[in-house]
Structure formats: C-alpha cells, structure tokens
C-alpha cells in the first residue's frame, strides 16, 4: 500500500511563503514525475508544477516566478515552495505520484490527501 501525506499548510498573508511537502511511503519500488495540483472552492483541479521528460518544468502561468517545484529522492519527498502568495492561491494542495510496486508492475498515478493554503488580503 502506498501513502502520500501533504503538510506545510495554512493561513499566510498576501506576500508572506509557505513550503509544502509530500512525502510518499508504503511498498514503493519506483518513483516517477511527482506533481503539484491544487483545487480552489468551485474550481476544477488544475496543474501547479510538474517536471518534464526534457528535465525542465511546467509551472501554471499564475505562479511562474513564484513557486519552486524541488525533491529529494533519498527522502521520496516533493516540496513546493511558494513565495509572494495571493488571494487567489488560495486552494486546497494535492501532490500527485507516478508509483511502482512490488505488487503492481508499472506505475499508477497515486494522491494525497490535501492540504489547505488560505492566503488573506
């Protein structure tokens, strides 16, 4: 079984920075793209930062220059920093892991469970 656990959420001020992680464990054999989404109150979910087969990233137009997609692979852990927060940042935070394991070979798209950004004005 495998479990992606979001922390790093909260309430910040316009201009303030939070860091998030997502740190993946359980029965892992492999990770691929690990990626950030997020989903604000009456909004579909859309993509925030995601890394390309080239090696570079995708950011969301609305967060370029702002949020820092980074991972630490020893630790099976994706952060995103985010710098200059908004109003309009405000969402609920998903990562999103390409997972392989010893009982399913190949990968399968696994989610966290969420974390709340709330940025005040």
């Known amino acids: 079984q495998v479990q992606l656990v979001e922390s790093g959420g909260g309430l910040v001020q316009s201009g303030g920075s939070l860091k998030l992680s997502c740190a993946a464990s359980?029965?892992?054999?492999?990770?691929?793209?690990m990626k950030w989404y997020r989903q604000a109150p009456g909004k579909q979910r859309e993509l925030v930062a995601a890394?390309?087969?080239?090696?570079?990233?995708n950011y969301a137009d609305s967060v370029k220059g702002r949020f820092t997609i980074s991972r630490d692979n020893a630790k099976n852990t994706v952060y995103l920093q985010m710098n200059s927060l908004k109003p309009e940042d405000t969402a609920v935070y998903y990562c999103?892991?390409?997972?392989?394991?010893?009982?399913?070979?190949?990968?399968?798209?696994?989610w966290g469970q969420g974390t709340q950004v709330t940025v005040s004005s």
């Open positions: 999103n892991a390409d997972i392989m394991t010893r009982n399913n070979i190949g990968f399968a798209a696994y």
């Open positions: 359980g029965d892992i054999l492999s990770i691929g793209a």
């Open positions: 890394p390309t087969r080239g090696g570079t990233t």
